[in-house]
């Protein structure tokens, strides 16, 4: 399975990665080598089922609010990037488009 | 007393005859850190005072007259990819640097209870995604066996610790073969539990089907001893299964046992360097009495693409989080679009994103059927023929790694390469099945090891059986500094 330059271009944009033409040249081509192998797969036949790879069936729990404790809170306020506050900060999720569009 | 090579079972009783302190053993292990791990490169960081202030804890609850646990006051090592409540934890990536863990891995909770000293965490390929540490952001581990060789991986940093005897004992996580394989390459022991036995709350996901922590250890013995302290249901693991303790007696010979050995994983053996070695360890078991059987696993030849598309696709989801914005760095505030972009594509290394790509490419439209849907369905194929197996036979024995530790760098250059590398381990995380490695001789001077596999929830078994083939290895001979 040979991957085009825009067939890599496209995975890295669904990706969210940013590469390099050199990456994407040079990813390109170990992809490909690598869907080639696991192409192999295409020779299988068709099983019963697919499984989901855990003996846990139905695992549920009370849908019930269970409170955060401080000392772990606090954990995860820290590691915020960029903070307001205690809030996280990030660039407006519609901040590229023009108003009104 | 010879420090550097105790067992926990060992130092347990030296520890209770009063020949030694915890304080003592810990102490040897930084010593042992701060002249060689310079050299090793195994951790990334260490706990001393905590390791210390856990050791005096254990030497005095002695003193009041109180018995010990078996991992109590024990020098353990654990993986960047597992949580710890207040310790940096980066999963060997740049892309948590600086990241502090905010709450702990459920094992490594269980760790700490049983009063285990913590010494510090070790390197690891990023994301778990190796079979020689190599990729690692941080730093190059090496083999204890020969500076110039890989550990293996991706939990290269902990087998090679144990190895070096700057642990006893340590937590690795195995996705593909990533406790056992290092843990070949560095003759030790390493154990990957039945998928579901131990929680993986709080480890780091890379492929959440596969995934499970384990340990690796100097002895089968001390390996069950870990694998006791940290298995068990977990409500916070919704994979995790309440399946009953891992319990196993020693036994003195292998009468009445039967091995199943996959003509699809040893045929052709003889020819590798390592065959001889392989075709000795099986006729060591047959002498101690097993029963040697040839057996078969048709799908065994599909199992590493079965991997390689799997492990990418869950993979591509998992580290979807990975962005910048809640955790670890961000590389840009010009636009959303812009801190995910830079940040991953900064921050993550080649084969972190190589396989995110793959694992994009199995599940997008178009090529979900061939490729991720087809590999689920062989799973299940490959499952059955493991049950099959296992109607027929008790235990399946195989090598752990078709060679033996290579230099760094070699293998670097072609991605297929390394994961060939993992043929004879990627198909017992497909079906969900414990194995475990053991060192069963040295070929050209470099450790060898021999797998066994077992049906679910078959851990007694693999004990059983391992700790009787240990000892007719006598692997402790060849051990570094004997």
């Not at chain 1, 772990?72 to 809030?87: E, L």
């Not at chain 2, 036994?251 to 003889?270: A, N, T, W």
Request: aromatic content about 6%; glycine content about 10%.
């Amino acid at each position: 399975m040979k991957l085009s330059k825009q067939e890599v271009e496209h995975l890295a944009e669904l990706a969210h990665l940013r590469l390099t033409d050199e990456e994407t040249a040079r990813y390109g081509d170990q992809m490909s080598s690598i869907l080639e192998y696991v192409g192999k797969l295409q020779t299988i036949e068709a099983a019963a089922a697919a499984l989901s790879g855990t003996d846990a069936v139905n695992v549920l729990r009370e849908d019930k609010v269970e409170a955060c404790d401080q000392a772990t809170r606090d954990g995860i306020v820290k590691n915020f990037p960029k903070k307001n506050g205690d809030s996280l900060q990030v660039p407006a999720v519609f901040g590229d488009r023009p108003v009104g569009e | 007393m010879d420090l550097e090579n105790l067992t926990l079972t060992k130092a347990k009783a030296a520890i209770e005859a009063k020949e030694l302190s915890c304080l003592e053993l810990v102490d040897s292990c930084l010593k042992k850190i701060g002249a060689e791990d310079g050299g090793i490169g195994a951790y990334l960081e260490v706990y001393a005072d905590e390791a210390r202030h856990a050791a005096r804890k254990a030497d005095g609850k002695l003193a009041t007259g109180d018995a010990l646990g078996p991992l109590e006051g024990m020098p353990v090592a654990q993986k960047d990819n597992l949580l710890d409540s207040g310790h940096v934890v980066t999963a060997g990536s740049k892309i948590l640097e600086g990241y502090v863990s905010p709450y702990s891995a459920t094992a490594v909770s269980k760790l700490r209870e049983t009063g285990a000293a913590i010494v510090g965490r070790t390197n690891m390929d990023e994301f778990a995604m190796g079979s020689s540490t190599e990729s690692s952001a941080w730093k190059k581990t090496s083999n204890p066996w020969d500076l110039s060789r890989v550990p293996g991986g991706s939990s290269g940093g902990s087998a090679a610790a144990v190895a070096a005897g700057m642990c006893v004992a340590a937590l690795g996580s195995d996705t593909g073969g990533s406790i056992r394989q290092p843990a070949s390459l560095c003759g030790v022991v390493g154990l990957k539990p039945t998928y579901g036995r131990v929680s993986r709350y709080g480890l780091i996901a890379m492929a959440s089907s596969l995934d499970q922590i384990g340990p690796i250890a100097r002895t089968v013995e001390d390996a069950g001893l870990v694998l006791s302290a940290i298995e068990g249901h977990d409500r916070r693991d919704a994979t995790s299964v309440d399946a009953p303790a891992t319990a196993w007696k020693r036994r003195q010979d292998l009468k009445g046992v039967k091995i199943g050995l996959p003509k699809e994983y040893v045929e052709g053996i003889s020819e590798l360097p390592m065959g001889p070695a392989i075709e000795a360890a099986v006729k060591t078991l047959e002498d101690a009495g097993a029963e040697i059987r040839p057996i078969s696993l048709p799908h065994a030849p599909y199992a590493l693409a079965v991997y390689y598309v799997i492990m990418p696709a869950e993979v591509s989801s998992n580290l979807s989080r990975f962005d910048g914005i809640r955790f670890g760095k961000r590389e840009t505030d010009a636009s959303l679009k812009d801190i995910y972009f830079e940040t991953r594509g900064k921050r993550f290394g080649d084969e972190v994103r190589r396989r995110i790509m793959i694992g994009t490419f199995a599940l997008s439209a178009g090529y979900y059927d061939a490729y991720y849907r087809k590999a689920q369905e062989a799973r299940t194929l490959i499952a059955e023929d493991y049950a099959k197996a296992f109607d027929q036979v008790d235990l399946l024995v195989t090598p752990t790694s078709p060679v033996t530790a290579w230099k760094h760098g070699e293998m670097s250059a072609d991605p297929l390469a390394m994961y060939l590398a993992d043929v004879d381990t990627v198909s017992v995380n497909v079906a969900g099945l414990p194995a475990i490695s053991i060192p069963c001789g040295l070929v050209d001077g470099l450790p060898a090891g021999l797998q066994f596999i077992g049906p679910k929830w078959g851990e007694g078994k693999l004990l059983e059986v391992a700790d009787v083939a240990e000892r007719a290895f006598e692997f402790d001979r060849y051990r570094l500094g004997e």
